[in-house]
């Protein structure tokens, strides 16, 4: 699947208001027992894939982010990955462990297939691209699954590539035809390949011949067809998600007689699936923020509430502790709880559908904040540097986030970023400057910084920001851009209140740092991480000190006023889109003509080549880089 990407960077211009970006975001706090939940430094990251290491830690793949370990303390560790042959970031997405101790994990990434190995002991990745070329190959595969083989190679699906794939300790790459759309893949007692697909049928895959079977469920008519997980249950049977149907099925091996079980919250789309210590099976249900046990004999559902909606649990795993650990996208969480103690309380609804017979609607936090069927937007930087004048400052994770929608053009002709319905459009938290005032003198200022004079109140120095206008989304001709007017506050005992830097006007070009947005097939949203690097012309300071009279000093201090030639933004950040789901605005008022193709050329999903019939196969050496 490959989304276009022209008029979303459009979008992420007018998110990355980078010379703004110099707060940080505080993370959200844990949930008290007995579900626990473990905030990571940026919600936005999209944890999805989850593993459990041989030390007690669980490792999790990040869609917006890279690979993360959280200890037994619940200490979160990032670790990135590294650039695709394309000098391109990828997008992981599931994660599992291997035999030998390893953790593994997707890359759902369009623009350059890839699995990767991670060695637990460093946290660095080993990455495998995957053929895109022969008559069984894995081009614009959405490699979402992956799990250990019964012949000791790890298999991962390919998605709209029609492939299912094999990869042994030495880099050697099968790709296997099935005509179908895989999604997850579990071994079957039977030591075959079984698998979800998109069209609603259940596929098998005999490692020895390559030939596949495909088994309808009964809600392949029913719904949509997209199906979730799949694993081998305690009765021996394969169990497996329909979250487009909001069922929970499985199938016996050795008969392929099919039974299904409604979830009792009405469209909750249940999706990770996992057969718990209990002898239960376990699901997530994403739409509703819920967590479920299935009997394995009756097959009667009983639903937990986690402790907040939008959560949009996703993957599950058996984990430290004899716990059940899943990742909650929704809100940048990982969770985890006892089986044995599940929640108490009301089930949480399913969020409503964005229109009647669409899909169940897996929503983020975000899209709460802004109106139904409006453009949302939500952006985050993750770091960087800014450099104003003299000036320098390094960025923070979380440093700025700006929150809104798009709608109609103002005078300019250009849209204007409106803000939410709920929540503030800039929010932002004071980031401190190193050394403070001391530390920005000339020339004696990095080592005055130093001393214990530099820890005095009076010397203190943060910065925040404010917009100083509206922002203006520019889509004319399917180009992108973005003008932005900032306030950057100099807050200082001595400067008072006032002491203001702007408006700062910026002309914005991010680009994609993964080329595309990629996103895991049963998410509600996008996101992808971006990069901007521009200059902007800096003014004089203004209301610094008692009636001023402190500009000067600061002026000469920070170099100001700068031409544009001497100031530097270079940041990233991620950014996420969807439809808003906020009522506030009903009747219904239309979104633009303009915000309203660019959702959907987002969602437009290219449609696969003549895909070869099964048994076919190709077989590859691929070099790790």
Request: glycine share 12%; charged share 15%; net charge neutral.
């Amino acid at each position: 699947m490959r989304h276009r990407r022209s008029r979303a960077l459009s979008l992420a211009a007018a998110l990355a208001l980078g010379a703004g970006a110099l707060t940080a975001v505080p993370g959200a706090a844990a949930a008290a027992s007995p579900v626990r939940e473990i905030a990571l430094p940026v919600p936005d990251v999209l944890p999805l894939g989850l593993a459990a290491g041989s030390d007690g830690s669980v490792w999790y793949a990040a869609n917006a982010g890279g690979i993360g370990r959280v200890d037994a303390a619940g200490k979160v560790t990032e670790y990135p990955v590294a650039e695709n042959s394309k000098k391109l970031l990828g997008a992981p997405d599931a994660m599992t462990s291997a035999p030998d101790g390893s953790l593994w994990f997707t890359d759902v990434s369009t623009a350059a297939p890839r699995v990767g190995r991670v060695d637990p002991a460093t946290g660095k990745s080993t990455l495998y691209e995957l053929p895109t070329t022969g008559t069984v190959n894995f081009a614009n595969a959405q490699v979402s699954d992956i799990t250990p083989g019964p012949d000791g190679a790890l298999w991962f699906t390919g998605g709209v590539s029609g492939s299912i794939g094999r990869i042994d300790a030495s880099g050697t790459v099968t790709a296997y035809a099935t005509r179908l759309f895989p999604y997850a893949l579990t071994t079957g007692p039977d030591k075959a390949i079984w698998f979800t697909t998109g069209q609603g049928v259940l596929g098998r895959l005999d490692p020895a011949t390559g030939a596949v079977t495909t088994f309808p469920t009964p809600s392949a008519g029913k719904g949509t067809p997209a199906m979730g997980g799949i694993v081998i249950g305690p009765d021996g049977k394969l169990w497996f998600t329909e979250p487009g149907a909001g069922r929970v099925g499985r199938i016996d091996p050795a008969t392929h007689a099919v039974d299904e079980y409604s979830t009792p919250v009405p469209d909750s789309m249940p999706t990770g699936i996992v057969t718990g210590p209990d002898r239960k099976l376990w699901i997530t249900e994403t739409a509703a923020s819920n967590i479920a046990s299935v009997d394995p004999v009756s097959g009667a559902i009983s639903e937990y509430p986690l402790p907040a909606t939008l959560s949009a649990p996703q993957r599950i795993v058996n984990g430290p502790g004899g716990h059940l650990w899943f990742s909650e996208p929704g809100r940048g969480l990982i969770g985890h709880l006892d089986p044995a103690a599940p929640p108490a309380g009301t089930r949480h609804p399913a969020v409503p559908a964005l229109l009647p017979g669409a899909a169940p609607n897996g929503a983020a936090q975000f899209m709460n904040q802004c109106p139904r069927e409006q453009l949302c937007q939500t952006q985050v930087t993750t770091g960087g540097s800014v450099e104003i004048g003299s000036f320098q400052q390094e960025l923070p994770a979380g440093a700025i986030r700006i929150t809104g929608y798009l709608g109609e053009p103002d005078e300019t002709g250009d849209l204007v970023l409106k803000p939410p319905v709920a929540g503030r459009q800039l929010v932002s938290t004071p980031v401190e400057v190193p050394g403070g005032l001391i530390g920005q003198l000339p020339l004696i200022g990095p080592i005055l910084g130093k001393t214990p004079a530099a820890m005095w109140d009076v010397n203190r120095l943060t910065v925040t920001q404010s917009l100083a206008g509206p922002i203006h989304v520019s889509l004319s001709g399917g180009g992108l851009g973005a003008k932005a007017s900032l306030n950057v506050h100099l807050n200082n005992q001595l400067l008072g209140a006032t002491c203001v830097i702007g408006p700062i006007e910026a002309n914005l070009a991010p680009a994609f740092r993964t080329g595309d947005l990629a996103f895991d097939p049963l998410l509600s949203w996008l996101s992808g991480q971006i990069a901007i690097s521009a200059p902007v012309a800096v003014p004089a300071a203004k209301g610094c000190g008692p009636f001023g009279i402190l500009d000067g000093v600061i002026n000469q201090m920070m170099g100001l006023p700068s031409p544009a030639s001497e100031n530097t933004m270079n940041l990233t950040g991620v950014l996420s889109l969807a439809s808003g789901i906020n009522p506030s605005n009903t009747p219904q008022a239309a979104a633009p003509a303009e915000a309203a193709k660019l959702l959907k050329d987002a969602r437009t999903v290219r449609k696969p080549r003549v895909l070869p019939a099964a048994p076919k196969k190709k077989t590859v050496r691929v070099t790790p880089r």
